[in-house]
């Protein structure tokens, strides 16, 4: 029943204009008699606002349009691939596999490879260890990391772009090779971005779309990019951080929502 209620409610408007709507009525109480539903539903109101808004403030590229379309012309699928209906089912699975992965549970038990990398650098921050590079531009750590065959980001995330980095480290943790940089990502405030293969991973984060979780005082974000699995980790503030990242994920939507609406006209 539990379960049920959660995914009635993953659909509920975070601006009350369901409020009165019979469909929600019963997962509502539902919701207002257990602490635990009452709880993930605030936090998915909560989550659904801050994407909203982020939504409303970004500016989409004029030539988005044309961009996608060049790349769909040089890749031109067999006709059934042109159904409006074949669109729709896929941006529907899309979207539902968005809601999932941003909603997974933040009471995940974290994975051996994320407590290691976090082992590290508290290392680094106790002084127990050094990083291996100390320099401000992500491209040279980057290079550094691609020469000694270490894993690494294909290209810096949007969500740090432009931000000066400190430093890297390539991390040895029973026998899974994980790499870290260091990111100044405010006056006094710093983010280290996390990599290791996807291959191996028992449990991989989802696609593109970042996972949200606390440990200790660890705010955390997990996602899969390609062959890799990443993770941001930083003791900022829990809405700065959540600001920082879902900035990512909003370009994400916003690139989605244009694909599918350009591609359903072609």
Known sequence: MKEQ??????AYRPDGRDASDPAFAEALALAQRDPQLRSWLEESQHFDRAISER???????ADLRETILAGA???????WWQSRRLWSIAATIAV??????????????LADWQIDSLAAIEAVQHGAAKLDVENADPAL????????????PAAEPSMLAGRKTFGC???DAHGRTISV????VNSGEVAHLFTTPRAGLELTPPENHPVFKRHRNWNLASWSSGAQAHMLASTMDEEKFRHLVLN???????QRAAMFAVLEDW
């Open 96 to 109: 539902l596999g968005l809601a999932g992965s941003l909603l997974w549970p933040r009471a995940v038990k």
């Open 73 to 79: 012309r040089l890749s031109r699928a067999p006709r």
């Open 55 to 61: 939504l409303r403030s970004l500016d989409v590229p």
């Open 169 to 171: 480290k390539a991390i």
């Open 141 to 152: 750590l980057l290079e550094w990391l691609r020469t000694r065959h270490m894993p690494h």
């Open 181 to 184: 940089i260091c990111f100044q």
């Open 248 to 254: 990512y994920v909003a370009v994400q939507i916003v």
């Open 5 to 10: 209620a959660r995914l009635l409610l993953s």
